[in-house]
């Protein structure tokens, strides 16, 4: 659908932040970042590049050592949705309920956003599983849930940090598919950290490689192809292409810092 | 194709089929359920009767060994005592249940809430639960001149810290992701403990409460020892050692069994309680076909 980068409005700015840990481990150096509204990001790099970190800087969970995370227009109590590595849900709630928390720690009653919870769950094909408990369903229909959560408040951004990593290679590629129509529908803005290539060139259109120690990043490779984007987008040629430049770009980086050691 | 080419083909099954493990495994576990209520229940029978012809083959006099056909006897013509015994014993143990209960978890609130509170006062309830009850017990009894009140004191020492130091586990034992979660969405500290300790905690308060509901009977008889004082209004213990005094061995009997009928029936009820409690969603509550 929009396949020019240059016209949206920048929702978020990440202005040269550093994050050094106690111990004098710097996790981050010079992260500048702008988010425009509609990016889908991959911040792709090797475990200890500080893509968790990043994530974590812009969650509000952690805070700058130095650096400045602007938010256009400040930043409301729902503009983000999380999806962690696990499905992390509340055993205890049934999925609809907990697709309710972050309203409901709004205060907002369960009857009042029922459609909301609805549509959400709807968003990821699990209308009929509302009542159900998450020990109940499988690995792939947890991640769904909590993708529902992320979404159920209509967040002006969405991180998601590695949230198929732990699913099968079946379960993984069909929930990328899934994803990606679920950005087609919605326009969502993404953060998605992965460490996989072809998961980022699949998914993105900007690809943010970094690189570890100290953990930066080091080139922005663009993905022109339009959303949404199918099965035919995995095969063509222009896909592989851009794979092997961030696969070249990613490994070339790796090495050097391997061989710096 | 080569693949498809080299596979021969899935022979056609004829019949039922038949798997000597799998039957083995179905037969197995059908008897396991059935032993499962037959057994305990045939080895206690088997218990008792050896009990009653040890009695009858040696002619031990009731004074030292009552027969079980004596005991349950006396339980009958004993009951008036008895019954009205086991209901203070009950009201004590209930109370420092429910006491240690509301103590417990509310310590344990706010020791979660406050990690300063947990470093200074933690030692307090350790001290008080290795100290013996049946050291204490006298001070306690120098020092509150009701005794009603005095017995619920020693049982509620003891009951309580199970329940605080499990719900106090509980209550950090949460996912981190969740608490993440709770601050991404700005959660405030009430609703972070509403909505993620609480919950996460009340497996761990449910294993506190089965162990705190058999120590407040254990509290509450050993205190009712040290009490010792006769009349109106005691306990199932002090009962136990009038008929002692007495040499009244077969009401020594009749009082025992009850005692452990009720330490059986609250932990039933205990266990009842959590069963409810987790049966949605906690593994210790599933049934795992």
Redesign the interface.
């Given at each position: 659908m929009i396949a020019d980068l240059g016209n949206r409005a920048p929702i978020l700015n990440v202005r040269s932040v550093d994050k050094t840990f106690n111990k004098g481990v710097v996790a981050l150096r010079r992260l500048s970042l702008t988010v425009n509204e509609g990016d889908f990001i991959s911040l792709l790099g090797p475990s200890g590049c500080g893509k968790s970190t990043a994530l974590r800087l812009i969650?509000?969970?952690m805070e700058p050592s130095i650096g400045k995370i602007d938010w256009t227009g400040g930043q409301g109590?729902?503009d983000?949705g999380?999806v962690?590595q696990?499905p992390?849900l509340?055993?205890?709630?049934t999925v609809a309920k907990n697709v309710w928390?972050?309203f409901?720690?709004?205060g907002q009653s369960f009857r009042s956003v029922k459609d909301r919870i609805e549509e959400a769950l709807s968003l990821v094909g699990l209308e009929k599983f509302a009542n159900a408990?998450?020990?109940e369903l499988s690995g792939g229909m947890k991640m769904r849930v909590s993708i529902a959560r992320a979404l159920v408040t209509r967040p002006r951004l969405i991180l998601m940090d590695e949230p198929f990593a732990a699913l099968d290679e079946i379960t993984r590629q069909k929930l990328n598919d899934d994803l990606l129509n679920l950005k087609a529908r919605t326009g969502a803005t993404v953060i998605f950290v992965t460490h996989s290539v072809f998961e980022s060139v699949f998914l993105s259109d900007r690809i943010l490689v970094m690189a570890a120690r100290p953990g930066r990043i080091i080139k922005e490779i663009q993905v022109p192809e339009p959303y949404p984007r199918g099965i035919e987008w995995r095969t063509s040629a222009e896909y592989a292409r851009i794979a092997r430049e961030t696969s070249d770009t990613l490994h070339g980086a790796t090495g050097a810092t391997e061989a710096a050691e | 194709m080569s693949l498809t080419d080299t596979t021969p083909a899935a022979e056609p099954i004829e019949g039922p089929l038949h798997d000597a493990q799998e039957e083995r495994k179905a037969r197995r576990k059908k008897m396991e359920k059935i032993a499962k209520y037959v057994l305990p229940v045939l080895v206690m029978a088997l218990a008792i009767w050896y009990w009653d012809r040890l009695v009858v083959w040696n002619n031990i006099p009731k004074y030292i060994l009552p027969g079980p056909g004596l005991v349950m006897k006396t339980l009958f013509s004993d009951w008036g005592i008895l019954s009205s015994a086991l209901l203070v014993t009950l009201k004590i143990t209930a109370m420092a249940l429910g006491v240690a209960v509301i103590g417990g978890v509310a310590i344990a609130v706010i020791f979660s809430l406050s990690r300063f509170a947990e470093m200074s006062f933690a030692p307090f309830a350790v001290i008080l639960q290795v100290t013996p009850i049946v050291s204490i017990a006298p001070l306690i009894f120098i020092y509150i001149d009701n005794r009603f009140i005095a017995l619920l004191f020693c049982a509620w020492i003891v009951a309580f810290f199970p329940i605080l130091s499990n719900t106090t586990l509980g209550l950090k034992s949460v996912?981190h992701?969740?608490s993440?979660?709770?601050?991404?969405?700005?959660?405030n500290r009430w609703?972070r403990l509403r909505?993620?300790q609480l919950?996460s905690a009340?497996p761990y308060f449910m294993g506190g409460l089965r162990i705190a509901g058999g120590l407040a009977l254990i509290g509450a008889v050993v205190a009712e020892y040290i009490a010792g004082t006769g009349g109106i209004g005691s306990g199932l213990a002090f009962r136990i050692l009038e008929a002692s005094y007495r040499l009244n061995i077969p009401r020594m009997f009749a009082g025992l069994i009850l005692i452990a009928a009720t330490g059986v029936i609250i932990y039933g009820l205990t266990s009842l309680v959590s069963w409810l409690a987790l049966r949605?969603?906690?593994e210790s509550a599933?049934n795992r076909e």
């Open positions: 969650a509000g969970l109590a729902d983000l999380v962690f696990e992390t509340m055993p205890w709630a928390t972050p409901r720690l709004r408990y998450p020990r | 996912d992701n969740l993440d979660l709770m601050t991404i969405y700005r959660a609703q909505y993620l919950p009340l949605k969603w906690h599933l």
